[in-house]
């Protein structure tokens, strides 16, 4: 029989699976964004800065303690009898999860939030997937359906599910996937009958996540369905609280409800994250309640996805930089090899051999870049949100609502090539179950096709997102870019840099108007080029991320305290960036405005 084979003097210097270093999430925050300055917004006066620090500094507390040792509990979730069983700790760490308020930490006090700003929502889940991806799933959907409630359901719904929703007693999931209606939602079948005050559902919705379990005493569905002799499409589509448990007008729990967990999907990753089928009404009545309008469930439900899609973009940075740091880790340990350039008779460690170094300075580049994107654009949302009416709080809306797609779509295939690069960094021990980046690698490969794929975030970016607003959304990118440029063209330090940078926008810019111009004329040809021009978008933003905090790095490194090897590896990393990716992004548009069309003129038959 054979056994699996350990390495202990290896394996101790892996654990535990989470890592991170707080300096580059408080370098973000404090250096490149002022995060304190939200707390001049009238909705934030009663905090502080410190508050803020001290939120983040205990969010990493939580998330090493509490929700990094699950990845010790070898036991995944079963389905025995048609339910789904978990893990003792996860529902544990579910509960305390809620109970110490990091479900709802940005949320209305009203409803058992925090009261936090937004962006400290981002910052807390970038801890918690960082450390546990499958289980951060359970309240951060609870989160989602809890403020679909609180924003668009009446006071009474609100009352009734928003506050244990928000305190890990009940569990909350999306529910709008059908086995013929995955990105088309328009081909929903799911019904909704009217029953006095209430709707009947019947339906079956598949690949739910978190869509059963035991963590929790009720799990709340927002579900999507069509009422009887609704329009056709997506505008006869509307949304329903549906419990699993019947909840009385009092909040106690009554009767089962008749939504039926009919199977587990057997999955690539996140084996500790069930994904499920589930059948509403099919052994009697299924009670769901209107929320919000009728057949505008869709615009109701956006606001989930959308977030979801900003979080798809967090999981996959979260893993990458975890998975980073545990082959940072290993390359520093592992002694392999001697040094290439002096001959010397030892063997040196991993971390010694220039192919090494320049794997782990790219997934270096590549995990800060992620992170002052995504910190960025919560940052964002908050002034569009709290700002008063204008053309200040236009402008930020315009900004977060562009970088959605890249957020989403970019760091997915950048965070997926960030663990292949970690697996690869560490050699064989990389591809062993035993460790953990095989984990990440197949976790985060999800991430790029959740929430709408890749392909169809493209399309957004390039199609919605180029018109709304008289085109206001890409006008506001790119005043931004072309300041920044601007300001740094000449930067001691970093000029060349940005002189690279500044070089790539005017084609990036030709060729958004050459694909506008096609989606009118060539939509064909339009649809076949959107994402890689989502990819050279996600490149800048990146190179611009990079440069500035470089910038700051280089004035405040000037003291050469005991920081300087923190500052100067920003400098390196926005350095190896611009200098290894621009050009392949120069590239890359050369082949979206290339005059062939063999992707679109060639016969089906021809594959």
Same mark, same amino acid.
């Given at each position: 029989?054979?056994?699996?084979?350990?390495?202990?003097?290896?394996?101790?210097?892996?654990?535990?699976?989470?890592?991170? @270093?707080?300096?580059?999430?408080?370098?973000?925050?404090?250096?490149?964004?002022?995060?304190?300055?939200?707390?001049?917004?009238?909705?934030?006066?009663? !905090?502080?800065?410190?508050?803020?620090?001290?939120?983040?500094?205990?969010?990493?507390?939580?998330?090493?303690?509490?929700?990094?040792?699950?990845?010790?509990?070898?036991?995944?979730?079963?389905?025995?009898?048609?339910?789904?069983?978990?893990? +003792?700790?996860?529902?544990?760490?579910?509960?305390?999860?809620?109970?110490?308020?990091?479900?709802?930490?940005?949320?209305?006090?009203?409803?058992?939030?925090?009261?936090?700003?937004?962006?400290?929502?981002?910052?807390?889940? @970038?801890?918690?997937?960082?450390?546990?991806?499958?289980?951060?799933?359970? +309240?951060?959907?609870?989160?989602?359906?809890?403020?679909?409630?609180?924003?668009?359901?009446?006071?009474?719904?609100?009352?009734?599910?928003?506050?244990?929703?928000?305190?890990?007693?009940?569990?909350?999931? %999306?529910?709008?996937?059908?086995?013929?209606?995955?990105?088309?939602?328009?081909?929903?079948?799911?019904?909704?009958?009217?029953?006095?005050?209430?709707?009947?559902?019947?339906?079956? &919705?598949?690949?739910?996540?978190?869509? @059963?379990?035991?963590?929790?005493?009720?799990?709340?569905?927002?579900?999507?369905?069509? =009422?009887?002799?609704?329009?056709?499409? =997506?505008?006869?589509?509307? !949304?329903?609280?549906?419990?699993?448990?019947?909840?009385?007008?009092?909040?106690?729990?009554?009767?089962?409800?008749?939504?039926?967990?009919?199977?587990?999907?057997?999955?690539?990753?996140?084996?500790?994250?069930?994904?499920?089928?589930?059948?509403?009404?099919?052994?009697?009545?299924?009670?769901?309640?209107?929320?919000?309008?009728?057949?505008?469930?869709?615009?109701?439900?956006?606001?989930?996805?959308?977030?979801?899609?900003?979080?798809?973009?967090?999981?996959?940075?979260?893993?990458?930089?975890?998975?980073?740091?545990?082959?940072?880790?290993?390359?520093?340990?592992?002694?392999?090899?001697?040094?290439?350039?002096?001959?010397?008779?030892?063997?040196?460690?991993?971390?010694?051999? +220039?192919?090494?170094?320049?794997?782990?300075?790219?997934?270096?580049?590549?995990?800060?870049?992620?992170?002052?994107?995504?910190?960025?654009?919560?940052?964002?949302? #908050?002034?569009?949100?709290?700002? +008063?009416?204008?053309?200040?709080?236009? /402008?930020?809306?315009?900004?977060?609502?562009?970088?959605?797609?890249?957020?989403?779509?970019?760091?997915?295939?950048?965070?997926?090539?960030?663990?292949?690069?970690?697996?690869?960094? %560490?050699?064989?021990?990389?591809?062993?179950?035993?460790?953990?980046?095989?984990?990440?690698?197949?976790?985060?490969?999800?991430?790029?096709?959740?929430?709408?794929?890749?392909?169809?975030?493209?399309?957004?970016?390039?199609?919605?997102?180029?018109?709304?607003?008289?085109?206001?959304?890409?006008?506001?990118?790119?005043? !931004?870019?072309?300041?920044?440029?601007?300001?740094?063209?000449?930067?001691?330090?970093?000029?060349?840099?940005?002189?690279?940078?500044?070089?790539?926008?005017?084609?990036?810019?030709?060729?958004?108007? &050459? %694909?506008?111009?096609?989606?009118?004329?060539?939509?064909?040809?339009?649809?076949?080029?959107?994402?890689?021009?989502? /990819?050279?978008?996600? #490149?800048?933003?990146?190179?611009?991320?990079? !440069?500035?905090?470089?910038?700051?790095?280089?004035?405040?490194?000037?003291?050469?305290?005991?920081?300087?090897?923190?500052?100067?590896?920003?400098?390196?990393?926005?350095?190896?960036?611009?200098?290894?990716?621009?050009?392949? /992004?120069?590239?890359?548009?050369?082949?979206?405005?290339?005059?062939?069309?063999?992707?679109?003129? %060639?016969?089906?038959?021809?594959?």
């Amino acid at each position: 029989m054979l056994e699996t084979v350990t390495h202990p003097l290896i394996w101790e210097k892996v654990v535990p699976y989470f890592k991170i @270093d707080q300096r580059d999430l408080f370098f973000i925050l404090k250096e490149q964004l002022h995060y304190g300055d939200l707390c001049r917004l009238p909705r934030y006066r009663d !905090l502080s800065e410190a508050a803020l620090d001290l939120l983040v500094k205990e969010a990493l507390r939580f998330a090493r303690e509490v929700v990094d040792p699950l990845n010790e509990v070898e036991e995944s979730v079963r389905f025995e009898k048609g339910r789904v069983v978990c893990p +003792p700790p996860y529902k544990t760490a579910f509960r305390r999860c809620g109970a110490a308020g990091w479900t709802a930490v940005a949320r209305d006090p009203t409803y058992g939030g925090q009261g936090f700003p937004h962006m400290m929502r981002i910052v807390v889940n @970038d801890l918690m997937y960082g450390a546990c991806q499958a289980f951060n799933m359970a +309240p951060s959907l609870s989160h989602g359906a809890g403020h679909l409630i609180e924003s668009f359901g009446r006071p009474a719904l609100k009352e009734r599910f928003v506050p244990r929703l928000y305190n890990g007693i009940w569990a909350g999931t %999306m529910c709008l996937t059908e086995t013929a209606a995955g990105s088309n939602l328009a081909a929903i079948q799911t019904t909704a009958r009217r029953n006095g005050g209430r709707f009947l559902i019947s339906g079956e &919705k598949c690949l739910i996540s978190w869509g @059963d379990h035991d963590l929790s005493e009720n799990i709340i569905h927002l579900l999507l369905a069509r =009422i009887e002799n609704a329009p056709r499409g =997506i505008d006869g589509i509307s !949304l329903f609280v549906v419990p699993k448990i019947r909840v009385r007008s009092d909040g106690s729990p009554g009767e089962p409800n008749n939504v039926v967990c009919t199977g587990l999907e057997k999955k690539m990753g996140l084996h500790a994250s069930p994904t499920t089928s589930l059948s509403f009404g099919v052994r009697g009545a299924c009670v769901g309640h209107l929320c919000g309008e009728e057949n505008r469930g869709l615009a109701h439900m956006f606001q989930m996805m959308n977030a979801a899609r900003i979080n798809a973009g967090v999981s996959s940075m979260s893993i990458a930089g975890t998975a980073y740091r545990n082959a940072l880790t290993y390359a520093r340990q592992r002694v392999q090899g001697r040094e290439i350039a002096d001959g010397g008779a030892g063997q040196v460690s991993l971390v010694c051999h +220039p192919d090494v170094r320049r794997m782990l300075l790219y997934m270096k580049a590549a995990v800060d870049g992620m992170r002052s994107m995504i910190y960025t654009a919560a940052y964002w949302e #908050d002034l569009s949100r709290e700002l +008063p009416p204008g053309r200040e709080k236009d /402008t930020w809306r315009n900004l977060l609502d562009f970088a959605t797609p890249i957020v989403k779509a970019y760091c997915a295939d950048t965070g997926f090539r960030v663990c292949e690069t970690a697996m690869q960094c %560490m050699g064989g021990y990389g591809y062993c179950r035993g460790y953990p980046v095989a984990d990440h690698l197949c976790d985060v490969k999800i991430m790029s096709i959740y929430e709408g794929t890749n392909g169809i975030q493209s399309m957004d970016l390039m199609g919605r997102k180029m018109e709304i607003r008289g085109g206001a959304c890409f006008d506001a990118f790119r005043r !931004l870019l072309d300041t920044f440029c601007a300001r740094c063209y000449r930067h001691p330090t970093l000029g060349e840099r940005v002189q690279a940078l500044a070089a790539v926008l005017p084609r990036l810019w030709h060729a958004t108007e &050459k %694909m506008r111009v096609w989606r009118r004329t060539d939509p064909r040809r339009w649809a076949a080029n959107t994402y890689p021009m989502l /990819t050279a978008f996600g #490149d800048v933003t990146m190179a611009w991320r990079l !440069l500035d905090m470089a910038r700051i790095a280089a004035y405040r490194g000037q003291n050469r305290g005991r920081k300087r090897y923190f500052y100067a590896g920003k400098i390196f990393q926005a350095r190896h960036f611009v200098d290894t990716v621009l050009p392949h /992004t120069l590239a890359r548009l050369n082949t979206c405005l290339r005059p062939d069309r063999d992707v679109i003129d %060639m016969p089906a038959d021809v594959f």
